[in-house]
């Protein structure tokens, strides 16, 4: 079984926008958090880890400030240097629905801050029930390559 994270925030005033709600940069960092705790057990004491994207972000419901939240974070797919992180908010009193889900992308990389292998292998969630929609997702999203090639054409970089 690949392993899994749990963490609880307590949704405060601080990270509420005008309508007493979680504020969608407050909603972003606990996905992050999340994800990279996740990240970081799942690869151990020598990883040194780099957030490289965020694929995926989804929130189904507005979370009043005083809520109590769970997220839950494993890993999707590991490739060579590469993450896919899944995050799971879990449904909220009364709803079915997660209240939130993402996908993050985060790279292993060397004191130069160059992508390099995970240090160890790592196991994937994927085919546990509670992550098979964000596989499939990341199955869907699997097309989708990064930019840094378009910007380097573009005469960046260089």
């Not at 999707?76 to 993050?104: K, Q, S």
């Not at 969630?125 to 499939?136: H, V």
Request: hydrophobic share 50%; proline share 6%; net charge neutral.
């Amino acid at each position: 079984m690949a392993q899994e994270t749990t963490t609880h925030r307590l949704v405060l005033p601080a990270d509420a926008n005008h309508h007493g709600t979680l504020y969608a940069g407050s909603l972003l960092r606990y996905a992050l958090e999340a994800a990279y705790a996740a990240a970081c057990l799942a690869t151990g004491p020598a990883a040194n880890l780099m957030l490289r994207r965020v694929l995926s972000i989804e929130c189904r419901r507005a979370v009043p400030v005083g809520t109590l939240v769970e997220l839950r974070g494993a890993v999707l797919e590991a490739r060579r240097g590469y993450l896919a992180v899944g995050v799971v908010g879990i449904p909220l009193a009364g709803d079915t629905l997660p209240w939130l889900d993402g996908i993050l992308g985060f790279v292993q990389v060397d004191q130069a801050c160059l992508p390099v292998d995970l240090p160890a292998p790592v196991s994937s969630a994927a085919d546990e029930p509670l992550w098979r929609p964000l596989a499939t997702r990341l199955e869907k999203l699997a097309g989708v390559r990064g930019a840094t090639a378009e910007w380097i054409a573009a005469g960046f970089g260089a």
